[in-house]
């Protein structure tokens, strides 16, 4: 079966400017989670979604990023007014429902986002 | 707070070497604890697992075994192929919560 898919594959931007990124998880996985990965940081946990509700998002590194996800399905990313130190890989991943501390993430092939 | 800390890289062997990449943590409760390969131009997949003490996790000739006494899950190959060239990654994740905690990785060469 399919994936979980993330779109774009590559994305380039100028300082400033805002974006999106895209997850669309396995079909019928309950959990999403964002992750970023970069050369100083590794790999990060941004947010966590278990349905359409965000139940940790400690993640995220400033109020300029924000996540929703709707329909239990596709989640969007959202970085405003950009900086170079957002350049990373973003990753998402989905599991299925069981116990979410056992449970298998699956990951996307991810969005590389660079800032100019 | 929980976290992982891993060897650092690169590891550089040659084929057919044994390989152990060391792999720590620091958790409250009883965390499972991942294995993850990213090999050059992939996206990350899972190669292992194991979520509780004692237990081992083992595919495609790797094993880990997951010893709380230790607090360590210590990642082992005996006969290492080129194409095992990657960067691994140690994770846990505590029961209570769904996030992953991932050590830095260590990247793995191995040479013909």
């Known amino acids: 079966g399919a994936g979980v898919s993330q779109s774009p594959s590559n994305k380039v931007t100028e300082k400033g400017k805002d974006v999106e990124l895209r997850c669309d998880p396995i079909s019928g996985h309950t959990a999403l989670y964002w992750y970023r990965q970069s050369l100083g940081q590794g790999l990060e946990f941004l947010i966590y979604?278990?349905?359409?509700?965000?139940?940790?998002k400690s993640g995220l590194p400033s109020d300029r990023f924000s996540a929703e996800r709707t329909g239990g399905s596709v989640s969007t990313l959202t970085i405003q007014r950009t900086q170079q130190e957002d350049s990373a890989v973003y990753l998402c991943a989905s599991s299925p429902p069981g116990t979410v501390g056992r449970s298998e993430q699956f990951f996307g092939p991810g969005t590389r986002l660079t800032v100019l | 707070g929980n976290s992982v800390t891993q060897m650092e890289g690169p590891v550089t062997l040659s084929e057919e070497a044994f390989l152990t990449i060391n792999c720590t943590y620091t958790a409250t409760g009883y965390p499972s604890l991942f294995w993850y390969v990213q090999y050059p131009g992939e996206g990350l997949q899972l190669l292992l697992k194991?979520?509780?003490?004692?237990d081992k996790g083992s595919n495609k000739g790797f094993e880990a075994t997951y010893r709380k006494e230790t607090t360590s899950f210590h990642l082992e190959k005996g006969s290492v192929q080129v194409s095992d060239s990657a960067v691994y990654f140690c994770?846990?994740?505590?029961?209570?919560?769904?996030?992953?905690?991932f050590g830095q990785g260590t990247e793995l060469s191995v040479k013909p």
């Open positions: 979604f278990q349905g359409n509700s965000a139940p940790d």
């Open positions: 194991a979520t509780k003490a004692d």
């Open positions: 994770a846990l994740k505590n029961n209570q919560g769904g996030k992953l905690i």
